[in-house]
T-cell receptor, first 109, second 123 residues
Framework: GQNIDQPTEMTATEGAIVQINCTYQ??????LFWYQQHAGEAPTFLSY??LDGLEEKGRFSSFLSRSKGYSYLLLKELQMKDSASYLC??????????WGAGTKLIIKP | GAVVSQHPSRVICKSGTSVKIECRSL??????MFWYRQFPKKSLMLMAT?????????EQGVEKDKFLINHASLTLSTLTVTSAHPEDSSFYIC???????????????????FGPGTRLTVL
C-alpha cells in the first residue's frame, strides 16, 4: 500500500534548527512535496524534490533519498512565525499526491 | 504566480440548504483541480479530483450526489454541498495543478497550489 510517515509533533527553540523527517511508500514515484499549513489556513507550497540531494531555499531546505524512501525538511534560524504544521506528500505514478498527517511544529522563545 | 482563489471564505447555513463553493486559478490554466476536506486538527482528506470537461473522480466514501463538482472551464471548479447537515461542517480547500510549470532539470512539477479554504458551518 501507499503510506507517508512523519512525526506528529515537534518542539524547537526560536533561533535554532529543526529537521522534520518523512518516509514514504508510493506506487511509483514522481516527487516529494513539502507544504506549510498555519492553523485555520490552507497549505502553502514550500518545496519539491524529485532528484536525490538537498534543495536549499532561504532558511528552508529539503532533502530526498529515493533509495531510502526518505525526505526531510530543514528549518534554520527558527522564528515564531514558523510555528505551523508541515505536510509531506509523495506523488505516485499517476501524479496523485499521497499525504502525510502532518507534523505540528511548536516554536518556543 | 500560481494563485488560487476560493469563494466564499466563510459560510454559515441552515441544515437542509445547499452551499456552492467556487475555486478559481487566477494566473494559470488548471486542467485538474482537487477538493479536500479538513476537520479540526486532522489531516487533509481528498474528496475528489476534478478534470476540466469530464466527470469528477470521487474518493471512496465520498457521496457524489451530495458533493456535486463541476469543472466547466480551465480556471473554475465548483463544489456544491447539497442538503447540508451539521456533520458537513468542515474546512473545505481546493487546489489546482499547474501542469505547465516546469523546473529546470526536473521537468513538470505538477505542484498543487491551494486556495485559501472555505469554512462551512451548518446549523
Amino acid at each position: 500500500g501507499q503510506n507517508i510517515d512523519q512525526p506528529t509533533e515537534m518542539t524547537a527553540t526560536e533561533g535554532a534548527i529543526v529537521q522534520i523527517n518523512c518516509t514514504y511508500q508510493t506506487s511509483g514515484f514522481n516527487g516529494l512535496f513539502w507544504y506549510q499549513q498555519h492553523a485555520g489556513e490552507a497549505p502553502t507550497f514550500l518545496s519539491y524534490n524529485v532528484l536525490d540531494g538537498l534543495e536549499e531555499k532561504g532558511r528552508f531546505s529539503s532533502f530526498l533519498s529515493r533509495s531510502k524512501g526518505y525526505s526531510y525538511l530543514l528549518l534554520k534560524e527558527l522564528q515564531m512565525k514558523d510555528s505551523a504544521s508541515y505536510l509531506c506528500a509523495g506523488a505516485d505514478s499517476n501524479y496523485q499526491l499521497i499525504w502525510g498527517a502532518g507534523t505540528k511544529l511548536i516554536i518556543k522563545p | 504566480g500560481a494563485v488560487v482563489s476560493q469563494h466564499p471564505s466563510r459560510v454559515i447555513c441552515k441544515s437542509g440548504t445547499s452551499v456552492k463553493i467556487e475555486c478559481r486559478s487566477l494566473d494559470f490554466q488548471a486542467t485538474t483541480m482537487f477538493w479536500y476536506r479538513q476537520f479540526p486538527k486532522k489531516s487533509l482528506m481528498l474528496m475528489a479530483t476534478s478534470n476540466e470537461g469530464s466527470k469528477a473522480t470521487y474518493e471512496q466514501g465520498v457521496e457524489k450526489d451530495k458533493f456535486l463538482i463541476n469543472h466547466a472551464s480551465l480556471t473554475l471548479s465548483t463544489l456544491t454541498v447539497t442538503s447540508a447537515h451539521p456533520e458537513d461542517s468542515s474546512f473545505y480547500i481546493c487546489s489546482a495543478k499547474d501542469g505547465s510549470r516546469v523546473v529546470s532539470g526536473k521537468g513538470p512539477t505538477d505542484t498543487q497550489y491551494f486556495g485559501p479554504g472555505t469554512r462551512l458551518t451548518v446549523l
